[in-house]
């Protein structure tokens, strides 16, 4: 039997696993994107038969695995996905609500497998629900409110997945003349703590009768988007009478009692059973079939990609980069050589030699460099579906526009962007955008809109995230403000400055904490985490027009072009791509503007940080006439940094200080230079939000 | 019988000792780059073989006196929890055996060091050891976190 192979030791199903949950979170991730579509298009065939076709080789590759409950779920949503393709059945959103909640789960149960455990993730309801539409005869169209399958012509009785003992019961009150019911409980839509309810309508229901069986599981119902809930009760009293006694329950929107067809389901039920039986065994039957089937029209598609772990392309990209340093000190050698034979001709071939090599490193480098890039679309595919169910959430009408997805960026800032772009949607649609009434009476247009664009900018790529909502209330922030005491009553803020103060810790205006966005996550924490990735974030706010923010990030974040300046005994080395320029500036043409010194720059103020001060460094007995200043920049915001001395610039690999030493302002890393000392890497992007949030 | 392998050295005038598991090698003290903004007892950050790991002083940690570097100072690097880093030391004194029934609960006031970096003292003939909980001693740099 193939149910047996499964437990054969000789096959080594860990092996395949890797590509299994690959290949699986790929058809889910397809699915997911179908799905949206598909709600957005309407009944398109084509798109229909390619998430037909996904869920059959996800249904047939958790088959060979022996992933049941995979099984069943792809398995019922092939189903309803095959009578959408056949029209017999219309998309609805709730249609492409169940099946979305089909793809999370699934994903929760990957996840699970991938971590060595057992499948828990619920899945009967969900099969049940399908089964429901799919056995219904006629196409179940279900409205949002659920209004219409609960009249009694579209009545369609669920399977309670009823046990030996339920099944007497039934029979028990059959004898006795009692109403068996099907209950359909319709709650407020967004009702808070759904499973409370439903405790209490059951327990309404235990006064007056027996209630047999719920659906969805109590703890479902909690996460469930759902705001229904279906009951399976014996009871003596009539059937107005029930109704009545629900309808008490506060919160319960609609109920109907249908009489449960018991004879029917009691034989129906043991259909479901011989069903589930012959699926399951189907299932080892053709997958084995099936899944070469696939194989075999893939074969004549020529491989153009590969997949490689991420840990051994990680192991490359270190060597690279101790091969970098390597060859820093070979130059530093060839150097010190040429110093002592000036005239030895070993030592100019040596040199020669170096240079060829650099050449060599570089493009190793970036090539290797360029593996590590993948585009942003992977972090921004996460987001249509966030943004309709936050939509659902608030009930406001939201328009994603997605834009340059194809910019590629380092992977280790592609997973890292994922949060604070996250937070920043939330943040719009939670806060940013208004009501469609609202947005009506202020001569907008109803849906409101969030854009999300990518674009290369110099050595850096800009992220924008947009909202055409109501704009930062500036005047609440700057009370606010003051009120920490961060700005005093009467300081002259821009719009800018005050706008800047969202990224204060602790910050919050939000009257109501929403289950969205008030989590006690701040801006604070997107701020630093873009902070910690070598970025920066910029807010653009016009009232009743929208925000706009500005990220922009470092390309890649392994190895870099740094210049590295001398502060008293110390060295320090500044990310090349941030620095605009040195200035050699004389002490006397310093001037301190409100407590910060400053420089005359082409007729514009430069603040300037003094490294010595700002880093504790003992400050020489004589402080020099001349210093160097470094000017860096960041976007439209610039500052100098005041340092002793400039050491020339170099390749430098960026390591991390650990979680020891991590997140300290000004720090963002370290990197080991050619004489096998650490050197710190200044991390400009936190010095200059600093300097602005200071002024 | 249970018993514990550690490593002693020496502070001051006080011998302590670690559970040899945790140490990943003793090393000589390297050059040694201070990390602006770090808490007092961290050091700074030193090269081990390409990683850049962090270097505890003790005498900071645990409020003692500085000391000059001489001839016998190490550093002990530690690994605790997937954390890498050193801690240095007046001078590593020896790798021994103690029999669990050799080590007593910290007393009151643990010579005059905060009570809650120790985990016991082990007995030695006459020699006292100061066990150290490492998980105490690193604890504080983990805490060292913007808590989000």
Redesign the interface.
């Known amino acids: 039997m193939d149910g047996d192979d499964r437990k054969n030791p000789s096959v080594d199903v860990a092996e395949f696993l890797e590509f299994y949950l690959l290949d699986s979170r790929e058809q889910i991730d397809r699915l997911g994107t179908g799905l949206l579509e598909l709600e957005k298009e309407g009944q398109d065939v084509n798109l229909v038969n390619d998430l037909f076709r996904s869920a059959h080789s996800l249904k047939g590759a958790s088959g060979t695995m022996g992933f049941l409950p995979i099984v069943a779920l792809t398995h019922a949503a092939e189903d309803v996905l095959d009578r959408l393709r056949r029209g017999t059945m219309e998309v609805t959103p709730a249609v492409v609500d169940v099946l979305l909640e089909v793809t999370d789960r699934i994903r929760m149960m990957l996840t699970q497998v991938e971590q060595g455990q057992e499948i828990r993730e619920e899945y009967e309801d969900l099969v049940g629900v399908m089964k429901g539409w799919s056995s219904g005869g006629s196409p179940t169209v279900r409205t949002e409110e659920g209004a219409e399958e609960a009249r009694e012509g579209n009545f369609v009785p669920r399977d309670f997945f009823l046990e030996a003992g339920d099944r007497d019961k039934i029979k028990e009150a059959e004898n006795k003349g009692y109403g068996i019911y099907q209950i359909d409980v319709t709650l407020v839509r967004d009702t808070l703590m759904k499973a409370v309810r439903a405790v209490v309508v059951m327990q309404r229901l235990e006064g007056i009768g027996t209630v047999l069986k719920v659906l969805p599981g109590i703890e479902e119902m909690e996460t469930a988007r759902d705001s229904r809930f279906w009951l399976l009760a014996v009871s003596a009293e009539p059937p107005e009478a029930i109704r009545e006694e629900i309808l008490g329950v506060s919160e319960v929107a609609e109920v109907a009692l249908h009489s449960y067809p018991t004879l029917s389901v009691l034989s129906g039920e043991a259909d479901f059973s011989q069903e589930r039986g012959t699926e399951s065994y189907d299932t080892y039957n053709n997958t084995p079939n099936s899944a070469p089937n696939v194989g075999v029209s893939r074969e004549n598609v020529p491989i153009h990609t590969i997949r490689v772990d991420t840990a051994r392309m990680d192991n490359l990209i270190n060597m690279v980069g101790e091969m970098v340093i390597t060859r820093t000190r070979l130059v530093q050698t060839g150097t010190d050589l040429k110093g002592h034979y000036p005239q030895e001709p070993m030592v100019s071939s040596l040199i020669e030699t170096n240079v060829y090599l650099g050449r060599l490193m570089n493009d190793l480098q970036e090539s290797v460099m360029r593996l590590r890039m993948v585009p942003i679309g992977t972090v921004f595919g996460r987001f249509p579906r966030l943004v309709r169910d936050l939509a659902r959430k608030t009930k406001k009408e939201i328009e994603l526009v997605l834009q340059g997805e194809d910019t590629e960026l380092d992977k280790t800032v592609v997973e890292a962007i994922g949060d604070p772009l996250m937070h920043l949607i939330r943040n719009a649609v939670d806060h940013g955008l208004e009501s469609p009434a609202e947005r009506r009476a202020a001569g907008k247009r109803a849906t409101g809109t969030v854009s999300l664009d990518a674009y290369h900018q110099g050595n850096h790529i800009a992220i924008v995230v947009a909202d055409d909502g109501c704009g930062l209330p500036l005047e609440k922030i700057r009370l606010k403000a003051v009120a920490e005491g961060w700005a005093g009553t009467r300081e002259a803020l821009s719009e800018r400055e005050i706008a800047q103060f969202i990224f204060r810790p602790g910050f919050s205006t939000a009257d109501t904490v929403t289950d969205i966005s008030g989590r006690g996550v701040g801006m604070d924490v997107v701020k630093k985490a873009l902070n910690s990735l070598g970025g920066t974030i910029d807010i653009d706010t016009r009232d009743g027009q929208g925000t706009t923010f500005t990220i922009r990030l470092p390309l890649t974040l392994a190895i870099i072009q740094a210049l590295l300046v001398e502060v008293g005994p110390e060295v320090y080395a500044i990310p090349l791509s941030s620095v605009l320029e040195t200035l050699l500036v004389a002490r006397r043409d310093m001037k301190t503007v409100g407590g910060r010194a400053m420089v005359q720059l082409r007729g514009n103020a430069l603040p300037l940080i003094f490294l010595e001060e700002e880093f504790d460094i003992p400050k020489p007995e004589k402080p020099p006439e001349e210093v160097f200043v470094v000017v860096v920049g960041l976007g439209d915001k610039a500052l100098g940094l005041v340092v002793d001395g400039l050491r020339g610039q170099q390749e430098i690999v960026i390591k991390s200080l650990g979680e020891v030493l991590g997140n300290l302002p000004g720090i963002a890393g370290a990197t080991i230079l050619g004489d096998g000392k650490v050197t710190l890497i200044l991390d400009i992007g936190s010095l200059l939000q600093d300097v602005v949030v200071r002024r | 019988m249970a018993e514990e392998q550690l490593v002693t050295f020496r502070l001051g005038a006080e011998e302590f000792g670690m559970d040899i598991m945790r140490v990943q090698e003793i090393i000589r003290i390297p050059?040694i780059?201070?990390?602006?903004?770090?808490p007092p007892h961290?050091e700074?950050?030193?090269?081990l073989r390409?990683?850049?790991?962090?270097i505890v002083n003790l005498r900071v940690r645990f409020g003692l006196a500085a000391a000059e570097e001489t001839d016998l100072s190490r550093i002990i690097v530690l690994q605790v929890e997937q954390?890498?880093?050193g801690i240095r030391v007046d001078a590593v004194t020896e790798v021994l055996r103690l029999e669990a029934a050799a080590i007593e609960p910290p007393p009151p006031v643990a010579m005059g060091l905060d009570a809650q970096f120790v985990r016991g003292v082990g007995k030695v003939g006459e020699r006292l050891l100061i066990l150290l909980d490492l998980d105490q001693v690193?604890a504080g740099?983990?805490k060292?976190?913007?808590s989000?």
């Open positions: 050059p780059t201070r990390v602006p903004k770090a961290v700074g950050v030193t090269n390409g990683n850049v790991i962090p954390k890498v880093f690193v740099e983990t060292y976190e913007f989000a």
